[in-house]
């Protein structure tokens, strides 16, 4: 009597898949809530769009500072769903996560990976330091957007390509690099079908830009004009931003960027020629490297995630195929630097209670509190922030505005000793852009050393800034 074993494979990689299923969940549990400042600016515009349809922060008045215009309507999608902007970023970090594999299983085919590479390179994405200091944020969805596109390029179905180009520029501006480098890749290889990409990419793009202009007041986030005219952090911008991470955060730094090491394994062990998956990654990421370097913006830790994304998925399929032979010898590294990657994160963020790698000045905790005191003693009243706002725009009742959403700055740029064709250009795009009123501020709440007649004082503790002091001061008392 002979057995058929022609099903093990399949029960085998059934057992596999029902035994890693729950993990996304798990995962989205236990940093669920422990996100940094920044997460909660896109809290409150999920929540102020599904609850007064209204693209802003507050509900009374409209701003353009939401960086990611995709990840705020996906989430307001689910948060329709689930009833609650904290409840949906839960499910669309699951979300994901599971998209993400399913993207890198098709990656691991067109590139002849390992068929267990994409369970690893999604353990490895999701435990990066960096990466995971990002949740919240829209760098995961970039990353998917980016991967979707890639895949859609080296299946020649330029339409989608296009269209997924458009989807990159409205999860990030920066996206519309990857236009510049698929065109560039199509003239290369003298690829003129793949040109078509063009018009699903400008309509997206040019239907979107449109809206934004029209009803939103900028083509471009307010943030971008914010964050350019900010100053470098003690002398550090964006181009040596990670010499300062290095310095601050040693281990997560290293971790979040581990794979840099097997990058000559992929120069000379991938096959550019066949497959334009890996070339099309390596370009767009030292386009957007040069593209944020030349800006001089600060170098706020989530402006890194492409980088430490691609680092961390060419490296590893380098080093996978590389060890292909020795079953042992690869599933055992593997499984050590999940191990290393997941115990970092898991130390730092659940037990102590932050992310790895941040640059806010309090807890979501300490912060969390401020908001909770004024719901009990400040009524009826608009208070100006200053310093970071996240966490007090999304729990606090008080009517607040801060320089996100007070565009009062738009006169100092048209000000500005600019050259007169730049700010004809500035003109132009804030023409349809309604600054607000701000003459009826009675409170302000910000940094302080010391402020005599304060109304309350509150001190957050951070392992960037050490102790700080926030003070709750009227309009006619000056810090």
């Known amino acids: 009597m002979t057995m058929n074993h022609s099903n093990a494979p399949s029960n085998k990689s059934s057992i596999r898949t029902a035994l890693l299923l729950p993990t996304p969940f798990i995962y989205a549990t236990l940093f669920n809530g422990r996100y940094i400042d920044d997460s909660y600016i896109t809290l409150a515009y999920v929540r102020t769009l599904t609850k007064y349809h209204v693209w802003g922060m507050a509900a009374d008045h409209l701003s353009n500072a939401a960086t990611s215009a995709l990840d705020i309507i996906l989430l307001s999608i689910f948060a329709i769903i689930f009833r609650s902007p904290t409840a949906a970023l839960y499910f669309f970090n699951v979300t994901l996560i599971f998209v993400t594999y399913f993207s890198l299983r098709r990656i691991g085919q067109l590139v002849d990976a390992k068929s267990d590479w994409p369970v690893i390179a999604t353990a490895l994405l999701f435990s ?14 970039f990353l998917i957007v980016l991967l979707g596109l ?49 018009l699903p990419a400008a309509t997206v793009f040019l239907a979107w830009s449109i809206f934004s202009w029209t009803y939103l007041g900028s083509v471009v986030p307010d943030t971008f004009f914010l964050k350019r005219n900010q100053a470098s952090w003690e002398g550090y911008s964006y181009f040596k931003g990670l010499y300062l991470y290095l310095s601050s955060f040693p281990i997560a730094t290293l971790l979040s960027f581990f794979w840099i090491a097997a990058l000559p394994l992929a120069i000379t062990d991938l096959d550019y020629r066949r497959n334009p998956v890996v070339p099309l990654l390596a370009i767009f990421t030292v386009a957007h490297f040069v593209a944020y370097s030349a800006l001089g913006v600060p170098p706020y830790h989530w402006y890194y995630a492409p980088e430490a994304a691609f680092v961390t998925l060419i490296g590893s399929l380098a080093l996978s195929n590389r060890l292909r032979s020795n079953v042992k010898l690869h599933s055992a590294f593997f499984l050590c630097i999940v191990a290393i990657n997941v115990g970092t994160t898991f130390i730092s963020t659940v037990l102590m209670d932050r992310v790895p790698i941040q640059t806010n000045w309090g807890t979501v905790a300490e912060y969390k509190a401020i908001a909770q005191w004024l719901n009990g003693h400040i009524q009826n009243r608009r208070i100006f922030l200053q310093g970071e706002l996240g966490v007090l725009q999304y729990y606090a009742d008080a009517d607040m505005i801060d320089s996100f959403s007070d565009r009062k700055f738009i006169a100092a740029l048209l000000d500005s000793n600019s050259s007169p064709l730049k700010r004809e250009i500035l003109r132009l795009n804030f023409r349809h852009a309604t600054p607000l009123v701000t003459n009826d501020i009675q409170l302000t709440i910000g940094t302080c050393d010391r402020v005599e007649g304060a109304i309350r004082t509150w001190e957050t503790t951070s392992p960037w800034r050490g102790r700080h002091q926030w003070c709750l001061i009227g309009t006619d008392t000056h810090p």
């Open 128 to 141: 990066n330091p960096l990466l995971v200091s990002t949740l919240g944020l829209e760098s995961y969805l």
């Open 150 to 198: 890639c895949i859609t390029f080296a299946e020649r179905r330029f339409v989608s390509t296009g269209f997924l180009v458009g989807m990159l520029y409205m999860t990030r501006p920066e996206g519309a690099l990857a236009g510049f480098v698929v065109l560039a890749m199509l003239l290369y290889r003298r690829d003129w079908r793949g040109l078509v990409f063009i």
